[in-house]
């Protein structure tokens, strides 16, 4: 049987104006979550977090419960970002550690985290981190790129490179606890790691008195330090404690959903895009446009009539002598310039551009050359004199 007592604090600092951090801890689970985003958002993710996480576990008390849980929240934030314009580009870490079932229905504590929030385990005095940070230095750092006291000065050490309410897939990474009874764990956010070093940090969530004093020396020792960032801190103190059985060690990411049950998924479809009244707006410009051009061309085409000699009798012909929507015989098949030939008549005079403008389709497919002068003779109009 796994017991463990506890005692939890979170303070804004001395900077900020809003608290963004969330801290929750009972018998069973301790969360801290470190939100962030644009005005409130931030504390929203890490309170939807640690809720989204509380009612899942409980149903669920077990490793992939947790990791569920975890994922659960992932999709609350997101949804809520999704509904809530205001809430935009929230998003908060998370560290737990939860009593985990096994199928004997052995408890014994498991760890999940995401982000760079942090873990630690205190016995004897000494201290050991039981997390890695999701931060770009840090992550440079495994790969060897930076050394660990470079990474802890680097500008992009504040830089996660995973967090809950991101993206629709989430990675985990879950552990479980070997701890003996007398261990403490601390579970903090980083406006507690970032203004202690470790030294303070074992010597003060060591100290050999109540859990909720240790914890409110944590706090206030952060503050004193500067207090830049909101503090969050959860301590915990074994009892009694079982070991896993099979201990796990990894992490766990979601599947990214099919795209056919994501269309379909309220949690995790986006709203499909309604159509604004700006984009009816410009497209009555367009429409607008493109009669308006036709309306103009065709006025300048028909607004004049003219005299020609047409083999020995005088025609009056509609439209421009110059030709604005002319074609030449030349520019039609040999078969249309036959047909035209022979004087076709049409119904009205759209039936007859349109008649012509075939013909000049199939002439310009025919050559594949497009000839530069477009022009159409429009003989509507007649008369003899
Ligand atoms: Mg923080």
Same mark, same amino acid.
């Given at each position: 049987?796994?017991?463990? *007592? ?103 504590? #498991? ?33 060897? *790129? ?8 680097? =500008? *992009?050490?504040?830089?996660? #490179? ?52 240790? $914890? ?24 009694? $404690? ?35 009244? *700006? ?34 009798? $005088? ?19 040999? =078969? ?10 049409? =119904? ?7 008649? $012509? ?13 497009? #000839? ?5 003779? #429009? ?7």
């Amino acid at each position: 049987m796994t017991r463990w *007592r506890y005692a939890a604090a979170t303070d804004t600092g001395l900077v900020r104006q809003n608290n963004q951090d969330a801290v929750y801890v009972d018998d069973h689970l301790a969360i801290v979550a470190d939100g962030m985003g644009g005005h409130a958002a931030g504390d929203v993710a890490a309170m939807m977090t640690i809720s989204s996480v509380r009612e899942e576990f409980a149903m669920h008390p077990s490793v992939d419960g947790l990791f569920r849980a975890i994922e659960a929240a992932n999709r609350d934030v997101l949804d809520d970002a999704t509904q809530n314009p205001e809430h935009f580009g929230m998003g908060t870490t998370v560290i737990a550690i939860g009593l985990t079932e096994d199928a004997a229905g052995v408890a014994t504590p #498991t760890l999940v985290h995401v982000g760079d929030s942090r873990a630690y385990q205190l016995r004897d005095g000494a201290l050991r981190r039981l997390s890695d940070d999701h931060s770009v230095a840090e992550e440079w750092v495994r790969m060897g *790129r930076l050394t660990p006291e470079e990474a802890a000065v680097h =500008p *992009r050490r504040h830089q996660l #490179t995973r967090g809950v309410g991101v993206e629709a897939t989430i990675a985990v990474d879950v552990s479980s606890l070997e701890a003996i009874p007398g261990d403490r764990i601390l579970l903090c956010s980083d406006g507690l790691s970032n203004e202690l070093s470790d030294d303070t940090l074992a010597q003060l969530a060591s100290a050999p008195r109540p859990l909720d004093e240790a $914890v409110g020396d944590l706090i206030s020792a952060a503050k004193l330090a500067g207090g830049r960032d909101n503090i969050s801190a959860v301590l915990l103190e074994f009892l009694d $404690v079982d070991v896993a059985a099979t201990p796990i060690k990894r992490t766990i990411s979601s599947a990214p959903a099919p795209v056919a049950a994501r269309s379909s998924s309220s949690s995790f479809s986006r709203p499909r895009r309604r159509v604004t009244w *700006r984009v009816w707006a410009v497209a009555a410009i367009f429409v607008g446009v493109a009669v308006g051009f036709v309306a103009i061309v065709h006025w300048y085409a028909y607004s004049t009539y003219y005299l020609a000699n047409d083999a020995g009798t $005088v025609a009056i012909y509609q439209g421009q002598p110059s030709g604005v929507l002319w074609y030449l015989m030349s520019q039609l098949t040999a =078969p249309d310039a036959r047909t035209i030939s022979s004087n076709p008549s049409e =119904p009205s005079i759209t039936t007859a551009l349109s008649v $012509v403008s075939s013909m000049h389709h199939r002439w310009l497919q025919q050559r594949a050359v497009a #000839t530069t002068t477009t022009t159409t003779v #429009t003989t509507t109009t007649v008369a003899g004199g």
